[in-house]
């Protein structure tokens, strides 16, 4: 049986992995949890006015079965819904802009776009349908050794080469304008990874599956569901940086040794199984391996550095063209890739709790803003932003992978029984696709544990799930 297991990092990845090697190893698995800065990684929030507010990782798609999953079992509540417009801001005027009319809108894309609006729709939702196959896999206790596997059984060599060519690229491909690119998926891509339409095609259908479907947010805070899974798991956790793993073998068996440091100095300990869900980037982590034959080679790529701050204050909505505040309408503004403009996307955010006499400010009155920016916002850009402003927060963070950096994707099998879960970012980076590789971690982990070597990799899966059911 399956002694101690360590899984490093807490935030949604971790969480969701704890979880998952508890429901396939059986409950009297020993789960030691690594975690340096605090439950919920990226999942954080700031707090103004004594109400808490996202500070990123913000929305989760319709279609995230696995989270919708663990809301259940942790009895939370989806956050109550509060309605407002987007536009897409150019630097100098609105590109495009919603209305309340939804039938409006779709006529303003056509008009302005044509048929390339329908052409993405299609794009994404095949690459949507498909990706769905992974539940039904997962489903059937199918797990895979590397993301390459998982891609190709879910849509072939044309899911591997998403991730090796960019979203302009392909959707030029099946027919969407040039100027569509330009003023909507570049915007879109920017609000969601900061980053150009540059970013690998697999990565930009998920970020733009986001933006087309209905997407919900977690009552109290998304990082709800980290510390739910923690606490339901039972597992132990230790507030502690990782250094690095070592490599001893104990009667023919790989034992792994984690190195750490918490505030009570250094400490190490040994597992059978250990899961790695902090990112392995030199940017990220200096993390060291030892003993290993043949050595973990270095990670390749770089992450994205990402600033969020969230200021209270009163928009300056005659930046955008409207001298009168009374009549801005929108809550959200993204924007197009133009040299000059030095932010990325801006919203209207609501508290993480949001009652049912919640009312969102008038667009005069001070409100809290989420302003997303590459660099950290000087004086004269917040005064630009903003008329006058009470606080400001900000978070800067290592947001995502810098996609045009890395070729090949990281591996997922570190040595025997050590794993690597966020190599799954250079994918595509959300909340559901990290609780989707905890998934497979945990069944990949499992079936090599009990040398159910039949359920890894298997081609034709489709074909077999069907026979099965």
Known sequence: PLSPAAVVGAGLGGSAAAYFLQQHFGPQVQLDVYEAAGVGGRLATVTVNKQQ???RGASIHALSLHMQDFVKILGLKHRREVAGKSAIFSGEHFVLEETDWYLL????????????????????EEVMEKFMRIYKY???GYAFSSLE????????????????????ESLLEVGVTQRFVDDVIAAVLRSSYGQSVLVPAFAGAMSLAGAQGSTWAVEGGNKLVCSGLLKLTKANVISARVTGISLHSSEGRALYQVHYESTEGQGSAFYDLVVVTTPLHPSRSNFTFD??????????GAFQPSVTSVVHGYLNSSYFGFPDPKLFPFTSILTTDTPDLFFHA????????????????????????????QQPLDKPQ????????????VTEWQAYPRYDAAKALPPVVLHENLFYLSGVEWVASSMEMMAVAAKNVALLAYNRWHQ??????????????????
């Open 346 to 373: 801006m919203d209207n955010i609501c508290p993480v709790n949001v009652s049912a006499a919640f009312r969102r400010k008038q667009p005069q009155e001070a409100a809290v803003w989420r302003v997303l920016s």
């Open 105 to 124: 809108n779709l006529f303003r894309l056509w008009w302005h776009y044509g048929i390339s609006f329908l052409r993405l729709q299609m794009w994404v």
């Open 53 to 55: 507010y996202e500070s």
């Open 291 to 300: 003993n290993f034959d043949p050595p973990i080679a270095d990670f390749p």
């Open 382 to 393: 917040l005064k630009t932003l903003f008329r006058s402003y009470y606080s400001v927060q």
């Open 138 to 140: 997962q489903a059937h």
């Open 149 to 168: 596997e998982l891609l190709r059984s879910l849509g072939g060599e044309a899911f591997v080469n998403m991730t090796q060519r960019s979203v302009a």
């Open 452 to 469: 159910e070597l039949e359920k890894i990799d298997q081609k034709d899966l489709m074909h077999k799930v069907k026979t099965e059911l």
